[in-house]
């Protein structure tokens, strides 16, 4: 059955009531944003959710190889799946506002392969050599500690006995790291929009990389991160929708021009968040105007998923029917409410139709 998690955000502070309350409303996962300039420590909210709940699964959404070291990570995500029991997930990227914000832009794609590599050795308990490691640091090689011996390699040897493997999941974009992660990595979460032949076009990358491989999809769990605005307002919720999709298709352009299918519209729309969009703000800013001064209405409703609960539910049901396992809710689509007290529209109307 399909898996609905709720993305993560720039949140300061964890309540394990509202982890409860997500619970409830029947999400399956929660992911937190790793990014220290601009939100709290994940790790600890997925500690402190995974001591409130009793199924919900936790992840970060997503870390990257770079600002710590990848034993660190490793073990912080070993802890959690500890706690939890079995319910964490590593979701990790190439990198994004964690390293802007630190001078740095994404890793390159020979050491993110190395550092996927690596951390699937380190989740299941195995030794990774030292001149295997991507960090790069100022500190003096272990050689020059005047001991009888010293450690030769990385190793997590508190791992408990038959405690289950954290699976690692991948938030890929590009076609190079679709087909590093669906070789890699037990899940990949496509960040390639809603548009229905982007999707097709990202699963049938991991299918054909995995196939030469001599490997089945039966190894490997699809999802994809869609920006939901679940109203029946189209209007009011137009200027939300928009400013929404633009973080996110961010990524399409971030290094290169966006590859994939698209129409003209697309493109256009693609060409100007890569010219006009404020890493600073880390949302909406576009510099070269476009189509009476923001982003085309028919972009936003292809590339997000924007209406009421039955207009939601189809366009899920067409993107799950094209292989996905999982959806990441990314966006306001969780916080419009019902009323002050009640579950979001989504919670309430969408996630329940989905899984009958």
């Known amino acids: 059955m399909v898996e609905f998690w709720r993305g993560g955000g720039s949140e300061s502070t964890t309540s394990v009531a509202v982890a409860q309350r997500v619970e409830a409303e029947g999400w399956d996962g929660q992911m937190f944003m790793d990014s220290q300039s601009l939100c709290a420590d994940p790790f600890v909210r997925m500690g402190a959710w995974a001591a409130g709940t009793q199924r919900l699964k936790l992840s970060p959404g997503v870390t990257n190889p770079l600002t710590r070291h990848l034993a660190v990570t490793a073990a912080a995500a ?141 190894g490997v769990s699809y999802g994809a991160q869609i920006i939901v605005v679940c109203h029946p307002d189209l209007e009011a919720m137009r200027p939300i929708a928009t400013a929404m999709v633009t973080p996110l298709a961010r990524f399409q352009v971030m290094l290169n021009d966006a590859v994939g299918p698209q129409n003209d519209d697309d493109t256009e729309n693609f060409t100007a968040i890569r010219k006009g969009y404020d890493m600073t703000k880390h949302s909406v800013s576009l510099a070269d105007k476009i189509k009476g001064g923001t982003l085309s209405w028919d972009f936003v409703r292809r590339f997000a998923i924007v209406g009421p609960p039955d207009h939601c539910v189809a366009r899920l049901r067409e993107l799950i029917a094209l292989g996905l396992d999982r959806i990441v809710v990314v966006g306001p689509g969780f916080h419009t409410e019902v009323n002050k007290d009640g579950p979001s529209l989504f919670a309430r109307d969408v996630i329940p139709a989905i899984k009958r």
């Open 78 to 218: 070993a802890t959690v799946q500890s706690i939890s029991g079995g319910r964490a997930v590593l979701g990790i990227g190439r990198g994004d506002s964690a390293l802007a914000f630190l001078g740095h832009a994404p890793t390159t794609l020979s050491a993110f392969r190395r550092a996927l590599t690596n951390l699937q050795t380190l989740l299941s308990g195995g030794e990774v050599p030292f001149v295997a490691d991507t960090l790069l640091t100022d500190a003096p090689k272990i050689e020059t500690i005047s001991l009888g011996d010293r450690p030769h390699m990385t190793r997590l040897q508190w791992l408990p006995p038959g405690m289950a493997k954290v699976p690692l999941d991948v938030a890929a974009t590009g076609p190079k790291v679709i087909e590093m992660a669906a070789q890699i990595a037990e899940q990949v979460t496509f960040s390639v929009g809603a548009i229905p032949e982007r999707i097709a076009w990202a699963i049938g990358l991991a299918r054909a990389a995995r196939q030469k491989l001599g490997l089945t999809d039966a």
